[in-house]
C-alpha cells in the first residue's frame, strides 16, 4: 500500500504541473452529469467502459465482436456479454481493438463462453463500470491511462476465468491474429504479444496480473485460422474475489511491466476508481454551464467524449512503437494515436486548443513524427498505425491550426515541410500528378469519390497557404492558394453544384444532387454523402469564393435555403443520410458547419433557429440520444461549441462564427488561470460590452484574459 501510495502521490505531482488543474476549483462532481451510456443505442457507437483521458486503454464488454452495429464492441439492447476486452475506439464506423478478452465463469465449459446479464444491474461513470452476469458474477472494471484494473466477484470460492487472446473487434476479416507468443510465467502472471490485422496491422504486448494465484489451467484447442491461445483458469478464491490487472504496450511485454509498475504497482480498486474520478473532475470542470439537469448530463457527456482521444500510446518511459515497426523515443512522453482526422479536425481539434492547450503541442509532435517515419502525414490512425481511411490530408489544418494560435512547442519549419511534402508527393489516396494535371480529379481516372477528395485537398491546400503566408514563405503560400481554389473548376452552374468532371471536362451524367454515395455501399464521386451536402465544402476555407460563385450574398443565401427545404431522396444511414432537416445530415461531418453559413448573410436569425432545431432535436440524455457516429468526439464537439454560441466553420484561421449560445451562462477555462464567461442577455453578440461587427470572434479574443461574450 505504501508502494501505491508513493506512485499516486508522483503521478498527481505530474498531472499537476501538466494540466489545467489548479486554474479553477473543480468541485462540484461534474462526473455526476455524465452518462457513458448516451450513444450506446443506436449508430452513435459509444461504450460505457472505463477510460481515462486521452488514455491507452479502454476496458468494457464486448457483445458481439464484428458487424457495423457493434464498432465499439457493445450496443445497449444487447442482452449478451462475451467477456470484457482492455481496447476499443469511441464511435467509429468500422471496427478495431477489443484486444485482451476476459470472461469469468463458474460451471465448467470449454465453448460458448457468451453469458447474459441484468441489465439493470449495468451502471457506469467516468472511471468505473459494474454489471452483473446471470452467472452471478459481479464485474467491476477501472483504469489508469495504460492499465486496466478488473475486479470480479464471484458467488462462490471456486472460480473460473476465460483469457482469449484471439478475440478482437473484427472487421472484414475471419482471421485477426497473424501471429502470438504467449508465457505462462507463473501462476499469477501470463505475459506476451499478438501481431493482429484488421483495420490496421499492429502489435500489441501485454501483461495479466493475478491477485491470486490460479490452480490449474488449460489451453483450449486451436479453431481453423486462429494463431492465438485461449486459456481456462481455474482459482480458489477464499473470499470470492479475483483481482485481474492488465497492461499494455505497443513496444514489448517489458514496456507492459513498466507502465503497470508505475501506474499500478498495488491492488486497491477503489483508490483506483476515486483517482480516476479525480482525474476526469480535473477535465470535466473546465467548463461550466448554468443549465438543467438533463442539459447537463448532454453537455458534460460531450466533453467526457472529447477526452476519450487521441490516445496517447507511449509508454511510461516515452518509448513507442512507429508505423514503420521500429521503436521511438517520445517528446514528454507524448506520442498520440486514434486520430480520425477527417471528422475531428472540423471541431473537436479546434476545441482542445481552447480548453485542453496543454495536449495540442503533443499532437502536432505526433502527426509530425508519424510522417517523418511513414513518410507522409497521418490520415487516420489507431495504435500508432494508419487505416487510410477517409480522404484528405486532414493533419494539415490542426498543425495550421495550432501555429496560428501561437502553439511553439513544436518545429514549425519542420511541420511545414512536412505539410508541402504530403501535398507534392503522391501517396495514399492522394494523387497529385492527376490533380495538377487537370485542376481537379477527373471520375474516370480516379474510381471513388472524386468530387470529394478535390474538396477536401482544396482546406488542406488553404491551410497550408495560411502557415505559409504566416511564416513569411510567399512562393509556398502562392502555389497552395491557387490550388486551393481548384473547387471552382467543379461548379456546375446549371445544376449549382459541385458535379464530377471527366478528364475531357465532360460533366457526369446523369447526374442526380440528391443521390448519396460511399466508398463501400454505393461508390460515386461523394464521400457519403451527396453533391448537396458537398456543395458547401469549400466555406470551410472561402466563404467569400462561394458568395461570389452564386451570385453575391443573395444567392447564397438563397442555396443556403434550398439546402435546408428540399426533402431527402430515400435517407440512408450507411451514405451518411441521418438526422436530417432537409440535405442537413447532422449524423455525418459534411454538414456539421452549413448552419452556421447564414452568420454570412442577412438573415443571422434563419441559422440560430436552425442551429437551436439540430441542438434540441438529435441530442438526448438516453442511449438513444446521439444520431449518428460520435467519430472521435466531432459529434460531441458540435454540441459543446454550440452550447457556447460559436463554431469554427474556417478550422485553422483562429475565428469563431457566432450563432447563439444554448445557455443562460458559461464559464470556459482557457488555461493559465483565464476564463472566458458567455452571458445570454437576448441582445446582439458583444464582447467585453462591445458590439462584434463581424460574424466572428479570434481565439486571441476570447483567450486573453476575462473575455465576457454576451448574446
Given at each position: 500500500m505504501r508502494y501505491y501510495s508513493l506512485a499516486l502521490i508522483a503521478f498527481m505531482c505530474f498531472f499537476k504541473e501538466n494540466s489545467l488543474e489548479n486554474t479553477h476549483n473543480p468541485s462540484p462532481d461534474y462526473t455526476q452529469f455524465v452518462n457513458p451510456f448516451i450513444g450506446t443505442d443506436g449508430t452513435g457507437h459509444t461504450f460505457p467502459g472505463p477510460c481515462m483521458p486521452f488514455g491507452m486503454v479502454q476496458p468494457g464488454p464486448d457483445n458481439r465482436d464484428e458487424g457495423w452495429d457493434y464498432t465499439s464492441g457493445y450496443q445497449y439492447q444487447d442482452s449478451i456479454i462475451m467477456g470484457f476486452s482492455q481496447t476499443r475506439a469511441n464511435g467509429t464506423g468500422i471496427s478495431e481493438f477489443g484486444d485482451v478478452l476476459l470472461q469469468p465463469f463458474t460451471v465448467n465449459k470449454k465453448d460458448h463462453f457468451e453469458e447474459s446479464y441484468l441489465k439493470s444491474s449495468e451502471t457506469a461513470t467516468p472511471g468505473y463500470y459494474r454489471v452483473s452476469l446471470k452467472n452471478k458474477v459481479k464485474v467491476e472494471l477501472t483504469a489508469t491511462e495504460r492499465v486496466a484494473f478488473h475486479q470480479y466477484t464471484y458467488p462462490n470460492r471456486n472460480a473460473n476465468l476465460l483469457v482469449d487472446l484471439q478475440h478482437g473487434l473484427r472487421f472484414l476479416t475471419d482471421s485477426l491474429v497473424l501471429e502470438s507468443a504467449v508465457q505462462?510465467?507463473?501462476?499469477?502472471?501470463?505475459?506476451?504479444?499478438?501481431?493482429?490485422?484488421?483495420?490496421?496491422?499492429?502489435?500489441?504486448?501485454?501483461?495479466?496480473?493475478?491477485?491470486?494465484?490460479?490452480?490449474?489451467?488449460?489451453?483450449?484447442?486451436?479453431?481453423?485460422?486462429?494463431?492465438?491461445?485461449?486459456?481456462?483458469?481455474?482459482?480458489?478464491?477464499?473470499?470470492?474475489?479475483?483481482?485481474?490487472?492488465?497492461?499494455?504496450?505497443?513496444?514489448?511485454?517489458?514496456?507492459?511491466?513498466?507502465?503497470?509498475?508505475?501506474?499500478?504497482?498495488?491492488?486497491?480498486?477503489?483508490?483506483?476508481?476515486?483517482?480516476?474520478?479525480?482525474?476526469?473532475?480535473?477535465?470535466?470542470?473546465?467548463?461550466?454551464?448554468?443549465?438543467?439537469?438533463?442539459?447537463?448530463?448532454?453537455?458534460?457527456?460531450?466533453?467526457?467524449?472529447?477526452?476519450?482521444?487521441?490516445?496517447?500510446?507511449?509508454?511510461?518511459?516515452?518509448?513507442?512503437?512507429?508505423?514503420?515497426?521500429?521503436?521511438?523515443?517520445?517528446?514528454?512522453?507524448?506520442?498520440?494515436?486514434?486520430?480520425?482526422?477527417?471528422?475531428?479536425?472540423?471541431?473537436?481539434?479546434?476545441?482542445?486548443?481552447?480548453?485542453?492547450?496543454?495536449?495540442?503541442?503533443?499532437?502536432?509532435?505526433?502527426?509530425?513524427?508519424?510522417?517523418?517515419?511513414?513518410?507522409?502525414?497521418?490520415?487516420?490512425?489507431?495504435?500508432?498505425?494508419?487505416?487510410?481511411?477517409?480522404?484528405?490530408?486532414?493533419?494539415?489544418?490542426?498543425?495550421?491550426?495550432?501555429?496560428?494560435?501561437?502553439?511553439?512547442?513544436?518545429?514549425?519549419?519542420?511541420?511545414?515541410?512536412?505539410?508541402?511534402?504530403?501535398?507534392?508527393?503522391?501517396?495514399?489516396?492522394?494523387?497529385?500528378?492527376?490533380?495538377?494535371?487537370?485542376?481537379?480529379?477527373?471520375?474516370?481516372?480516379?474510381?471513388?469519390?472524386?468530387?470529394?477528395?478535390?474538396?477536401?485537398?482544396?482546406?488542406?491546400?488553404?491551410?497550408?497557404?495560411?502557415?505559409?503566408?504566416?511564416?513569411?514563405?510567399?512562393?509556398?503560400?502562392?502555389?497552395?492558394?491557387?490550388?486551393?481554389?481548384?473547387?471552382?473548376?467543379?461548379?456546375?452552374?446549371?445544376?449549382?453544384?459541385?458535379?464530377?468532371?471527366?478528364?475531357?471536362?465532360?460533366?457526369?451524367?446523369?447526374?442526380?444532387?440528391?443521390?448519396?454515395?460511399?466508398?463501400?455501399?454505393?461508390?460515386?464521386?461523394?464521400?457519403?454523402?451527396?453533391?448537396?451536402?458537398?456543395?458547401?465544402?469549400?466555406?470551410?476555407?472561402?466563404?467569400?469564393?462561394?458568395?461570389?460563385?452564386?451570385?453575391?450574398?443573395?444567392?447564397?443565401?438563397?442555396?443556403?435555403?434550398?439546402?435546408?427545404?428540399?426533402?431527402?431522396?430515400?435517407?440512408?444511414?450507411?451514405?451518411?443520410?441521418?438526422?436530417?432537416?432537409?440535405?442537413?445530415?447532422?449524423g455525418n461531418e459534411p454538414s456539421h458547419h452549413i448552419a452556421y453559413l447564414y452568420a454570412f448573410t442577412d438573415h443571422p436569425e434563419k441559422g440560430r433557429a436552425l442551429l437551436h432545431r439540430i441542438y434540441q432535436e438529435f441530442y438526448d440524455d438516453t442511449p438513444q440520444g446521439m444520431i449518428g457516429n460520435d467519430d472521435c468526439g466531432q459529434m460531441s464537439a458540435w454540441y459543446i461549441f454550440t452550447t457556447l454560441g460559436f463554431y469554427p466553420v474556417n478550422p485553422f484561421d483562429g475565428a469563431f462564427v457566432l450563432g447563439a449560445a444554448q445557455v443562460k451562462n458559461a464559464v470556459v477555462h482557457v488555461g493559465k488561470g483565464k476564463a472566458l464567461r458567455i452571458e445570454q442577455k437576448g441582445g446582439q453578440p458583444a464582447l467585453n460590452g462591445k458590439l462584434i461587427p463581424q460574424p466572428s470572434v479570434r481565439y486571441e479574443e476570447l483567450t486573453g484574459g476575462n473575455a465576457v461574450l454576451t448574446f
Open positions: 505462462i510465467e507463473n501462476t499469477r502472471t501470463i505475459s506476451g504479444y499478438c501481431h493482429t490485422k484488421n483495420w490496421v496491422d499492429k502489435k500489441y504486448y501485454f501483461v495479466l496480473n493475478f491477485n491470486q494465484p490460479f490452480a490449474s489451467h488449460i489451453q483450449l484447442a486451436r479453431k481453423p485460422k486462429e494463431n492465438a491461445p485461449r486459456y481456462i483458469l481455474k482459482f480458489d478464491l477464499p473470499d470470492k474475489i479475483l483481482n485481474i490487472k492488465v497492461s499494455l504496450s505497443s513496444v514489448n511485454v517489458e514496456g507492459a511491466k513498466k507502465n503497470m509498475e508505475v501506474e499500478l504497482p498495488g491492488w486497491d480498486f477503489k483508490a483506483t476508481v476515486a483517482h480516476a474520478k479525480q482525474v476526469w473532475n480535473t477535465y470535466l470542470s473546465r467548463i461550466e454551464i448554468e443549465a438543467d439537469k438533463k442539459q447537463k448530463t448532454i453537455f458534460y457527456s460531450c466533453l467526457y467524449r472529447l477526452f476519450l482521444q487521441p490516445s496517447n500510446i507511449a509508454d511510461v518511459d516515452s518509448l513507442y512503437r512507429g508505423p514503420d515497426d521500429k521503436i521511438h523515443l517520445a517528446v514528454n512522453g507524448e506520442y498520440y494515436s486514434t486520430l480520425s482526422l477527417w471528422d475531428t479536425h472540423r471541431a473537436a481539434h479546434p476545441l482542445y486548443t481552447l480548453i485542453a492547450p496543454e495536449r495540442v503541442d503533443g499532437f502536432v509532435r505526433s502527426m509530425v513524427a508519424h510522417a517523418q517515419t511513414a513518410g507522409f502525414l497521418p490520415i487516420w490512425t489507431a495504435w500508432g498505425q494508419d487505416n487510410y481511411c477517409m480522404i484528405g490530408n486532414h493533419a494539415i489544418p490542426v498543425m495550421a491550426d495550432a501555429y496560428r494560435k501561437g502553439f511553439k512547442g513544436f518545429d514549425a519549419e519542420q511541420a511545414l515541410q512536412e505539410m508541402v511534402k504530403s501535398s507534392t508527393q503522391n501517396h495514399f489516396n492522394s494523387n497529385w500528378t492527376l490533380l495538377n494535371q487537370y485542376g481537379y480529379y477527373p471520375f474516370d481516372s480516379l474510381d471513388n469519390e472524386a468530387v470529394s477528395r478535390t474538396l477536401e485537398h482544396g482546406v488542406d491546400d488553404a491551410a497550408i497557404a495560411q502557415m505559409a503566408e504566416n511564416m513569411g514563405k510567399k512562393e509556398i503560400a502562392e502555389q497552395f492558394q491557387k490550388r486551393a481554389a481548384y473547387y471552382q473548376n467543379l461548379y456546375d452552374p446549371t445544376t449549382r453544384q459541385m458535379r464530377g468532371k471527366d478528364s475531357k471536362g465532360h460533366w457526369r451524367s446523369p447526374f442526380n444532387p440528391l443521390m448519396a454515395t460511399s466508398p463501400m455501399n454505393n461508390p460515386g464521386d461523394y464521400t457519403e454523402a451527396n453533391a448537396w451536402q458537398y456543395f458547401w465544402t469549400p466555406a470551410l476555407h472561402d466563404v467569400p469564393g462561394m458568395v461570389q460563385l452564386l451570385g453575391g450574398k443573395k444567392g447564397f443565401a438563397e442555396q443556403l435555403d434550398s439546402f435546408f427545404t428540399i426533402k431527402a431522396l430515400h435517407p440512408n444511414k450507411h451514405l451518411g443520410q441521418e438526422a436530417m432537416i432537409g440535405q442537413y445530415a447532422h
